[in-house]
């Protein structure tokens, strides 16, 4: 191997541990100092000697121990350095011993400890699943604010805050005891939620960071299950995950063109993962405490089913919706109902019951918003706001065969 090719398979090496091992190893360490903050700060530091240690001196065995080592010995200078400085002595030493690497065996892997104390009730809780998404599997503030429909400015703010919380506060980074879980869990379970979002809106997985993005979700999810195997909710997010994940090798074409549930090939659904997901549903709601969750998975069982029955349910996806939207009171609830009503009722009466996009502006940068619009404008004959809401979308859509996909619907339209 050449100097050049071993140079850009230790940045390669450096860059996939770094996705793969960013979340373990923060809560790692912040459990250990119970400051978020310092341990991101001094992990960034790490991967920054990777991407220049790596290359020179070749890649260590075990990558995530070498960067376990430099981030803990980065943590200790911050803190002797900086405002972050222990009272005495003895703390600081309390921390050194606290933050020594383990010498046997795996670094445990505390990321779900992480999740739930980021959903501690002293945590604003607009802040807690965002707070997850950035310490815990390393979203930036502008992912995370587009999921959360808000700002990156006023995203980054709120993070900044809670994370100081924590450490002010003396959080406990740990899984809380049964009497604590209630007022938790649904935190993590929409921050698990939000970050599989994200990662799934690469269909073809060929953006590294949002395919690990999927399988560390998948792999909390399923943690989470274990941990819980009573709550019907954790089951009903795992079943609403595969049964998405399941239909990823279809949305694309071999072009790489976006394809609509309607129009997939079957034959390249995960049907072992719909297997899976279903059963997951039936045990949830034996359980007989529905919650949003199961609600959305039972949605996508409803979806599957009709596609291989061919027998219209759209009356029951617009029941489960409104089912949906009395829990969350979600606007994007609103819009999948409304598109629901209009497959029974007709086109009109689907627009009569989108949500008024001049009562929340939330919507106005919000693209499924406009794209739906448009579709049930075209179909009542008002081709010229159904171009207009079409355009919006295409210039608001990040997924270039998506927008490729708009611009052939816009094109369809009568001028």
Known sequence: MSTREGDEQARYTADAVARRSYGKLVAFLAARTRDVAAAEDALSEAF???LIDWPRNGCPQNPEAWLLTVARRKTIDMFRASRRHPSSSEELLLIE???AAPTQGEIPDERLAMMFACAHPSIDAATRAPLMLQAVLGLDAKRISSAFLAS??????RLVRAKEKIR????AIRVPGVEELPARLDTVLNAIYAAFSEGWTDPTGADAARRDLTEETLFLSRLVVTLLPNEPEALGLLALMLHAEARRRARRSSEGEFVPLADQDQSLWDHAQIAEAESLLHRAIKMARIGRFQLEAAVQSAHVDRCRTGAANWSHVAELYSGLYSLTGSPVVLINRALAIAEVDGPAAGLDAMPDQSADPRLTEYQPY???????LSRTGAFPE???ANEIAIGL???PAVRRFLERRRSALPE
């Open 152 to 157: 990156p400015t006023a995203m980054g703010k």
């Open 397 to 399: 859509e990040r997924d």
């Open 48 to 50: 920054a000697s990777a």
């Open 168 to 171: 002010q506060a003396g959080i």
């Open 386 to 388: 159904a171009r207009r």
């Open 370 to 376: 406009w794209a739906a619009r448009s579709e049930l």
């Open 97 to 99: 011993e606290a933050l």
